[in-house]
């Protein structure tokens, strides 16, 4: 089936520093990626829907100029977590449907973030 | 807006007994609703899903869900689960295929021997 990675699998970085996390499809299109932030034992919560060729569509209550998404391709979006703090810490996991009537998604194995 | 409930944060279960998982949702439109499992620090893995057609939906694993429009619920179930089965499960919904996906807050199925 079709799969999604993402990179890095986990990062450590000091507190003000940005972090960029890699999504991407590795065997189907997706023009439309989706990201999510799990903190522990809590459910996934929509941030943001990436648009390739077009801005990212935010959740209400997120910052987009602290959550940066760039959807390069039809194969990559990119989240960038900028001047993260110690409560940016998370799992952040994406998703990209299959563009079938299947209305399958895929999901990538998420980026666990830790900021120091 | 869409929104979902699981009604239980835990379940603690027994090897081979039965096991249901409940969900219910609240939607203004269509909907297309979603079993999802999480095993630790992994990703999500489809378990079934609900589109359209039979209100009965077999999954992978020996999962299956029936959606109740009357109700609003789309409850998981399995005659008997396994230790394996130990995870995280979530009821998504989505107003499109493939669009964005709204979660419940997780139910945690814990198989006992």
């Known amino acids: ?116 | 807006a869409q929104s979902v409930t699981q009604l239980d944060s835990q379940v603690p279960v027994f090897e081979e007994a039965p096991v249901e998982l409940r969900c219910n949702y609240s939607s203004s439109v269509s909907v297309y609703l979603f079993w999802y499992v999480q095993y630790p620090n992994q990703g999500l893995q489809l378990l079934l899903k609900y589109l359209s057609g039979s209100t009965l939906v077999k999954g992978i694993n020996g999962f299956e869900a029936e959606f109740n429009k009357s109700q609003t619920s789309f409850h998981l179930r399995k005659p008997s689960v396994h230790i394996s089965d130990t995870a995280e499960y979530f009821c998504a919904v989505s107003d499109n295929q493939g669009g964005k996906l709204i979660f419940g807050q997780g139910t945690e199925l814990s198989v006992k021997p």
């Not at chain 1, 990179?7 to 189907?28: A, M, Q, Y």
């Not at chain 1, 979006?77 to 990209?96: G, K, N, Q, R, W």
Request: proline residues 4%.
């Open chain 1, 1 to 116: 089936g079709a799969v999604v990675s993402q990179h890095p699998s986990w990062v450590i970085c000091k507190s003000g520093t940005s972090v960029k996390i890699e999504c991407r499809s590795l065997d189907f299109q997706a023009t439309t990626m989706f990201w999510y932030r799990q903190f522990p034992k809590q459910s996934l919560m929509l941030m943001a829907t990436s648009n390739e060729g077009s801005k990212a569509t935010y959740e209400q209550g997120v910052e987009k100029d602290k959550f940066l998404i760039n959807h390069a391709s039809l194969t990559l979006s990119t989240l960038t977590v900028t001047s993260a703090h110690p409560e940016d810490s998370s799992f952040y996991i994406c998703s990209a449907p299959s563009g079938t009537a299947s209305g399958t998604q895929y999901f990538g194995p998420g980026t666990r973030l830790t900021v120091l």
